[in-house]
């Protein structure tokens, strides 16, 4: 089925096909400027705007949002994408009045936060970060992709590259943790997940990579609160993931709600136009967030509307998600000279281009076939890539005696805590078009091993009532009726699993906390399991890293499952049975308290760090916690054991360095490590971390065998950027460390010129 406008250029072509070519241009480019000589300026301001769907919200939705309206204004061409509509029938229902009820026929962008799948569940992000595997998690994201497309989306809000650094912020969990270097390297994975080779395979999903720039910095881990960064620290930690998103081929990018050097990100020049479309050449198309063009009224930078949209729109947002203040002041702004049209033109060739790379203008329905979602959305395939995806997400923080992997008959096990039977919780926040309560819980994961007698206990209800996306969590913190029964099954048992931690909807968006221990009354009951018996395996189920202080004091073994997806309790049982060897590693460190926050391993030299053999006060840190994580970033245990050793520099022209290294399996089972290479850069003339990941590499040993394994650095390795983004590759010396986490030992020195 072609558009309105794909017949016209056909017989354009045809008309034209003895007249000079534009050599220049690549056919979509001639496409996109004949489409765009016939709109109206009307038509050009309406491929700016981005509707919500009629039903879902994902932030305050204006009045203006009324779906009458929008039907009335999609039929007048007055928009060009839509978001939050989901499953084929719906969208062809939208795509139909755009393609053969307006003037132009110009198909619609359907966007939709697929953010860790669509129906079949992978893991929370900041879980998959942990697998450190790029091919599992290129993987998972091409399932949600598929069944994201599959249901009539051609677009998704993904991948988010904030670093995390503050556990209290709730979107943590949707992005791959504190470290540049791991967030860029994930960061490509998931754009090659969703959009294949061909963007316009029915089965891909173009990206949209999130949030320019510095939202993950929100003061306070509070959502949307000021951001207060250097041009250092923007350059050097939050740049380079969107960077490499966009080398990785993303095509589009979306602005953020923060402001950054006092310019909320969405009005930001320096961001939009002098780095992203100058500097970086971007070609793609900006979306802003939710409203926050129409939110810089709030931020008290624009007066109105109307002064928002012009400060939007001048520093290079090229469409307006659901402020409609772009349809409503953009035309009166051209017209009065205080917006050029050369602008619109440049927003909406970026946004036509994305149209015609989809494959839009060919097949409008392109996305939209019943009989494919039917067979893709589900798949066993599918369900089986993710339970693959969970499993590799664990991370194994504790295991005194090897108390796990547990016998697999003759055990008698209390299961205690609400989170053991909940089957909506490890869906996660984002959790897409997850049908609720469809998570595998971890008691029926654990049913699948029935030799072991299980006794389970709720303990006390975590939440008051089931949560939804919109509202806040009601906690239990007063109905303690079942503590009896639970202290009495742990009492018996030889054993305790106690599964606790956060709800699905305590992290994510606007789900801040300035506590950070084990929610309601979990922390209390876990106290009063442990004076009946010792041996209690904490499952730690979370969005964000807890503060588990307690918790390694007193218990002798601690799982982090964070929110697994649908296949949750099966990935938790098979661990915890020893049919997967552990060897997930912590994205994102975990603090010994909520005090620590911001915590990440990579902290700068200090004028005032710690001297070994010094005992007086004044050095940089606290006086009653120590200043390093209780788990830190990198670490995790695995069901055997590895040994580094023969750490070699070879110094190569070119600043170019290879490093290598033998790794052995010295324990009794098959398993995976990540091998994690740090560097520290002596002198420079900038304050450096006192390290910072440089490579890594996944690999399986069988017991007993060595790999030896190599490295090469370069000069985006050695060097780092400067306050203005210009990348700095000082001679000198430097330390390499290589081994299992941030605490990494094994260490060389070596010097470039
Ligand atoms: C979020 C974005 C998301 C958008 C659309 C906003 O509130 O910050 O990440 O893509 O909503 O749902």
Not at 480 to 489: H, K
Request: hydrophobic fraction near 40%.
């Amino acid at each position: 089925m072609k558009t309105r406008f794909q017949l016209f250029l056909i017989f354009s072509l045809y008309c034209a096909c003895s007249a000079p070519k534009t050599p220049s241009l690549s056919t979509i480019d001639h496409q996109v400027d004949s489409l765009l000589s016939m709109m109206t300026l009307e038509e050009k301001i309406g491929q700016m705007n981005q509707y919500n769907g009629f039903w879902d919200v994902t932030g305050p939705a204006p009045a203006e949002g009324d779906a009458s309206l929008k039907y009335e204004n999609l039929r007048k061409g007055l928009v060009g994408s839509m978001l939050n509509i989901t499953g084929v029938e719906e969208v062809r229902k939208v795509q139909k009045i755009a393609v053969e009820e307006t003037r132009l026929g110009i198909p619609l962008l359907i966007g939709f936060d697929m953010i860790h799948g669509m129906k079949t569940m992978s893991p929370i992000p900041l879980a998959e970060a942990a697998s450190w595997d790029m091919e599992a998690i290129e993987k998972s994201s091409q399932i949600g992709a598929r069944e994201a497309a599959a249901m009539g989306i051609n677009w998704t809000f993904a991948p988010m590259v904030d670093i995390g650094r503050d556990a209290r912020w709730g979107r943590v969990m949707e992005g791959a943790g504190e470290d540049t270097y791991l967030v860029s390297q994930i960061a490509k994975a998931r754009v090659r997940g969703y959009q294949g080779e061909n963007l316009s395979d029915p089965l891909t999903l173009a990206a949209c990579v999130k949030h320019f720039a510095g939202y993950g910095f929100s003061e306070s881990g509070r959502d949307y609160n000021t951001v207060e960064v250097s041009r250092v620290t923007l350059h050097q930690v939050i740049l380079p993931p969107f960077k490499a998103a966009l080398d990785a081929g993303a095509r589009t990018i979306m602005n953020s709600f923060n402001d950054l050097d006092g310019v909320p990100a969405t009005g930001n020049s320096y961001l939009q136009r002098e780095i992203l479309k100058g500097k970086w050449s971007f070609g793609g198309l900006v979306v802003s967030d939710w409203g926050s063009i129409g939110e810089m009224v709030n931020h008290r930078v624009a007066k109105d509307g109307k002064e928002a949209a012009k400060m939007a729109v001048l520093a290079g947002s090229d469409m307006d998600m659901e402020s409609y203040l772009y349809v409503s002041h953009l035309k009166e702004l051209v017209e009065s000279g205080q917006v050029k049209e050369s602008l619109i033109d440049d927003a909406v060739r970026r946004i036509l281009r994305l149209k015609f790379e989809l494959g839009l203008f060919d097949n409008p329905y392109l996305y939209c076939d019943e009989q494919r979602e039917q067979e893709i959305v589900g798949s066993e395939e599918h369900v089986a890539g993710v339970l693959e995806m969970a499993k590799k997400s664990i991370v194994l923080l504790k295991n005194e005696q090897n108390l796990l992997p547990l016998k697999k008959s003759g055990l008698n096990i209390a299961v205690i805590g609400a989170l053991a039977e909940d089957k909506d919780s490890p869906l996660g926040s984002w959790r897409g078009e997850a049908d609720p309560n469809t998570a595998i819980s971890v008691l029926e994961g654990l049913n699948e091993y029935p030799d072991n007698k299980y006794n389970f206990a709720k303990g006390a209800d975590l939440v008051l009532e089931q949560p939804v996306f919109l509202k806040e969590v009601k906690l239990n913190t007063t109905d303690r009726s079942g503590f009896v029964q639970a202290i009495q099954a742990a009492r018996s048992a030889d054993i305790v699993i106690a599964v606790m931690g956060e709800n699905g909807f305590q992290s994510g968006e606007a789900r801040s906390r300035s506590e950070i221990k084990l929610p309601g009354l979990q922390q209390e009951l876990l106290e009063e399991l442990v004076k009946v018996n010792e041996k209690i395996i904490l499952v730690s189920m979370s969005g964000r890293p807890l503060d588990l202080s307690w918790a390694d004091e007193h218990l002798p073994a601690i799982l982090q499952v964070w929110h697994l997806g649908s296949q949750s309790g099966h990935a938790i049982a098979q661990v915890l049975y020893g049919d997967y060897n552990p060897s997930g590693k912590l994205p994102m460190s975990f603090p010994r308290n909520v005090g620590q926050l911001p915590l990440y391993y990579n902290q700068k030299s200090t004028g005032r760090p710690f001297n070994p053999g010094d005992d007086i006060v004044f050095w940089s840190h606290y006086s009653d916690v120590p200043n390093d994580a209780l788990y830190p970033f990198g670490y995790g245990l695995s069901y055997t054991s590895f040994s580094y050793s023969d750490l070699r520099a070879e110094v190569l022209e070119n600043q170019q360095v290879k490093i290598k290294v033998n790794v052995k399996n010295t324990g009794p089972r098959e398993g995976e490590e990540v091998v994690q290479l740090y560097l520290h850069d002596h002198f420079s003339s900038l304050t450096r971390p006192v390290r910072e990941l440089k490579g890594f590499q996944k690999i399986s040993l069988q017991p007993g065998e060595v790999k030896s394994l190599e490295f090469l650095l370069g000069k985006e390795e050695l060097g780092f950027f400067d306050g203005e983004g210009n990348l700095q590759v000082e001679p000198g010396e430097f330390t390499v460390m290589i081994g299992g986490s941030s605490k990494a030992e094994l260490a060389l020195k070596f010097e470039i010129d």
